[in-house]
């Protein structure tokens, strides 16, 4: 009857230690992600730009940073309702899913604000080629109900260590390219994506 005891409670505990583990992963992983696309979250992304910095002082690496503002979204969510402007958010975020490589970060910051870290990246000409890849793959309108919508986004980016050594320098850089190309001013790459939404 002890030995039974014995081993009854040893099975339960490795059964709730298990069932813990398994919540706890799910809950660090929920507590990482955007609840409404999946990608990292803003915290989550600062962490990582932090380590990459990290990283890059160590083996004097470049990576750069892209941000995105969604231009007219607004709009989309003032005429069609916050359901379309999350359709628009979904299938944004699964358009930059699909032309990035896994050594690639993306996030939502907030909003329709999205940025991505993309590791070993800082050539002018290799990132004006990057932000032309995103310019097409906004071409294609999005449905939303049945309807299509032509959608477009600004892009800012930055690069350590030419633009930065910290995270708040390399996105307020990235952000302030952004808002140069919204405004038309951006004198350096022009990768405004001139579609309307």
């Not at 002018?124 to 986004?153: C, F, R, V």
């Not at 600004?154 to 030419?162: F, H, L, T, V």
Request: aromatic content about 10%.
């Amino acid at each position: 009857m002890t030995l039974f005891i014995i081993i009854y409670f040893e099975v339960s505990s490795r059964k709730l230690n298990e069932l813990f583990n398994a919540e706890h992963h799910k809950f660090i992983k929920l507590a990482h992600r955007d609840s409404l696309t999946g990608l990292a979250n803003r915290r989550y992304f600062i962490n990582e730009i932090e380590t990459a910095i990290a990283n890059a002082r160590i083996n004097k690496g470049t990576f750069c940073v892209l941000y995105f503002d969604l231009n007219n979204f607004k709009k989309i969510n003032d005429n069609l309702g916050h359901h379309s402007g999350d359709q628009v958010l979904l299938e944004f975020a699964l358009r930059l899913r699909k032309l990035n490589r896994s050594s690639d970060l993306i996030a939502r910051l907030g909003g329709d604000e999205f940025c991505i870290i993309l590791p070993g990246l800082n050539d002018a000409e290799a990132i004006k080629q990057k932000i032309h890849h995103y310019s097409q793959m906004l071409d294609t309108p999005l449905l939303i109900d049945n309807t299509p919508y032509k959608i477009s986004a600004s892009i800012g980016y930055a690069c350590y260590p030419e633009h930065g050594t910290d995270y708040e320098t390399l996105l307020q850089v990235a952000d302030q390219k952004m808002y140069q190309v919204k405004r038309g001013q951006n004198t350096d790459i022009r990768d405004t994506l001139r579609s309307k939404a």
